[in-house]
């Protein structure tokens, strides 16, 4: 089993930072693909953004240039940087990992969720 915990989540004004965090820990041979989902309310579930373990990143559209992922492979660790957030940011985060937890079963689990607001 594989467990994800987050931190990082909270209240900040438009304009403003925040950086998550998600650790995983358990039974995970390898990482493949570590990201990033948001859902605001009334919405569907959308990236935000995603990072392979040699590096190669992508996102959504709606935060190019002001979010950053990044990874610790060491840590099993996945970071989001948000920067210049908006209001239209507010959502639960969710970090999400898809990984081999032996050499031929993979898995793909996901953290509880952490709250992001960003007031106006």
């Known amino acids: 089993q594989v467990h994800l915990v987050e931190s990082g989540g909270g209240l900040v004004q438009a304009g403003g930072s925040l950086r998550l965090s998600c650790e995983a820990s358990?039974?995970?041979?390898?990482?493949?693909?570590m990201g990033w989902f948001r859902q605001a309310p009334g919405k569907q579930r959308e990236l935000v953004a995603r990072i392979t373990t040699d590096g190669s990143t992508n996102y959504g559209d709606a935060v190019k240039g002001r979010f950053t992922i990044s990874s610790d492979n060491a840590k099993n660790t996945v970071y989001l940087q948000m920067n210049s957030l908006k209001p239209e940011d507010t959502a639960v985060y969710s970090c999400n990992f898809f990984v081999m937890v032996t050499p031929v079963n993979r898995g793909n689990y996901w953290g509880q969720g952490t709250q992001v607001t960003v007031s106006a």
């Open positions: 358990g039974s995970i041979f390898s990482i493949n693909v």
